[in-house]
């Protein structure tokens, strides 16, 4: 899964309620994660940390130690960005900031060969899929404002990742939007397991994901867990890590038995395998 690399500290300016930032991540480049942990010798009441134009998802570990995590979208361009952090240290507001430098990445590209269905849809089937992002641009919008998600998350099934995220596809010879999940190699029936705790807010079937369950896991963290057999949960269920919520099938757009596990931090797409190494267990 990587190695968790420190990539920089931060202090800020007042030297009684200084603050300090460490960040790791497996790297910095689209697609992956990065963790800041702020810490102080006094108490930190209140932390808000933002990058990209949007708030990052905060929590508390401790009375003087907070925890943020950035996604970095695949579509994400190379360049510098800064990371603001404004906490309530001890009663005395502080701020910080601290650059990030985005490195390029390049995405494969693969092609493959699916019912024909799936890429030059009638009429009525291109309503239902303008019907089903539309949706799904309002279950983004709608996370728990607390974390429901425990420490570590945890592989939804034992097959191997075959990579995948981010690439570019051309399916029977049309270009289409890169795949925002990872692939795991399962065999049909395989038991799918919650990759963390949260509430079920969707558990249906879809035109592109098949059979498809999303977990909210708050503050903005989704997994979406697609082209399964069978759904074991409904909307509005809370499920712990490792509970079984389905199992693998080739619902939907597939060429085969698979598992695509797709996470959602902040809006960002990022790769399954990058949380797992960074809010995975560690070794």
Do not use: C
Request: charged share 20%; hydrophobic share 45%; no cysteine.
């Amino acid at each position: 899964m990587g190695i968790l690399v420190v990539l920089g500290v931060a202090r800020a300016t007042s030297a009684a309620d200084a603050i300090q930032i460490v960040t790791a991540a497996r790297s910095v480049q689209p697609g992956e994660v990065v963790l800041f942990t702020a810490s102080a010798a006094a108490p930190i009441d209140a932390l808000r940390a933002r990058a990209f134009d949007r708030d990052l998802p905060a929590f508390r570990l401790d009375t003087r130690t907070w925890q943020a995590v950035l996604g970095i979208d695949l579509d994400t361009r190379a360049d510098s960005y800064q990371v603001s952090f404004d906490a309530l240290v001890d009663g005395q507001n502080v701020e910080t900031t601290i650059v990030l430098a985005v490195r390029g990445r390049v995405f494969a590209t693969r092609t493959l060969r699916v019912d024909d269905a799936f890429v030059n849809p009638a009429e009525p089937t291109l309503q239902r899929i303008a019907s089903e992002a539309a949706e799904f641009a309002r279950v983004w919008e709608q996370s728990a404002p607390t974390r429901l998600w425990s420490d570590a998350f945890v592989r939804p099934v034992p097959g191997r990742a075959t990579g995948g995220f981010g690439t570019r596809s051309i399916v029977n010879g049309h270009s289409r939007q890169p795949h925002g999940g990872t692939d795991f190699l399962s065999p049909a029936g395989t038991a799918i397991h919650a990759p963390n705790s949260g509430r079920v807010v969707v558990a249906r079937e879809l035109y592109f994901t098949g059979n498809t369950v999303v977990i909210d896991h708050g503050l903005g963290v989704f997994s979406l867990l697609a082209h399964l057999s069978v759904i074991d949960v409904h909307v509005g269920d809370g499920v712990t890590a490792g509970q079984i919520v389905g199992q693998v099938g080739a619902t939907g757009r597939v060429t085969g038995p698979h598992l695509h596990w797709a996470v959602r931090i902040g809006g960002a797409r990022v790769d399954p395998v990058a949380v797992l190494a960074i809010l995975g267990a560690k070794p």
